[in-house]
Each structure stands twice: as C-alpha cells, then as structure tokens.
C-alpha cells in the first residue's frame, strides 16, 4: 500500500509541473500577446476607433517577464547540473553550488 502512495505522489508532481510548465508558460505567454493587443488598441483590437491603452502594455511586459524568467531558470539548471553544479534557493536568488 505504501508502493501505491509514493507512486501516486510522484505522479502528482510530475502532473503538477506538466501542467505549470507544458502548458502554463504558453499560456502565460499568449495572455502577454492578447494585453499587447489591448494596449495597442486601434486596428490590433475590434473596435478600431479604440485608443491605446497603458495598461495592456504594462501586463504583456509582466507575462513576458515572467516567462523570459522562466525560460532563464530552465536553462540556468540545465547547465548548472552539466558542470557538477545544483541550483539553490537560500536567499530568495538563485545561486550555483558546488555538489
């Protein structure tokens, strides 16, 4: 019974950085292109009487920050781990350490 709890926690895990990874940065990244489209406003939304909009400029930088971060982090580990290093998180900043 316990074999059964493990695998189903692992499974949990995997599904769970599936779901953030595989599919929530893509569509982070397309919240960033419809707030891009809003802030644009005029021929980029329906209306095309619209006026531009600073608020929709400022969330499609915050979505593609985040995902730029992201995409930084998974590169970051993938050395880190080629070259003998971990990747930690003492101090809220990520940081190399030697295994």
């Keep these: 019974m316990n074999?059964?709890?493990?695998?189903?926690?692992?499974?949990?895990?995997?599904l769970f950085a599936a779901l953030l990874l595989g599919a929530g940065l893509p569509?982070?990244?397309?919240?960033?292109?419809?707030?891009?489209?809003?802030?644009?406003?005029?021929?980029?939304?329906?209306?095309?009487?619209?006026?531009?909009?600073?608020?929709?400029?400022?969330?499609?930088?915050?979505?593609?920050?985040?995902?730029i971060l992201a995409i930084l982090l998974g590169i970051s580990w993938i050395v880190a781990t080629g070259m003998g290093y971990s990747l930690v998180f003492d101090h809220l900043l990520p940081t190399f350490r030697k295994k």
């Excluded at 074999?3 to 995997?14: I, S, Y």
């Excluded at 329906?46 to 531009?52: F, G, L, T």
């Design 3 to 14: 074999q059964l709890l493990l695998a189903l926690q692992a499974g949990a895990q995997v």
């Design 27 to 67: 569509v982070i990244f397309s919240l960033g292109m419809r707030a891009l489209a809003y802030g644009a406003g005029g021929s980029a939304e329906i209306a095309v009487d619209m006026k531009p909009r600073r608020v929709g400029k400022v969330l499609a930088v915050v979505c593609f920050g985040v995902v």
